[in-house]
């Protein structure tokens, strides 16, 4: 029987290699809408980030994901992120 492989992105404020389940994905759409996505298969250029609220404020301190991404993040999205991790 064959193992089934683990997928593993990087987070983008740690650069670790985590499995892609303990990471939430933030996506640029093709039209520009900023969204968390829940499935990881949003269409659009994504950034990963590790799910730990200290992380997390840290992104927000940084602006890392507005670089990545090239658009302003609303502090709202950093709100759900939050809010997801609870």
Known sequence: MKVKK???R???VTKEKLEK???IRIVRTPEGN???DHTGKQ???GAYLKKDLDVIKQAQK???IEHILGVE???QIYTEIINTLN
């Open 6 to 8: 683990i997928p593993m």
């Open 10 to 12: 990087t987070c983008v």
């Open 21 to 23: 389940k303990d990471l």
């Open 34 to 36: 900023i969204i968390i």
């Open 43 to 45: 269409n659009g250029r």
């Open 62 to 64: 940084s602006k890392i």
């Open 73 to 75: 993040i609303p502090e």
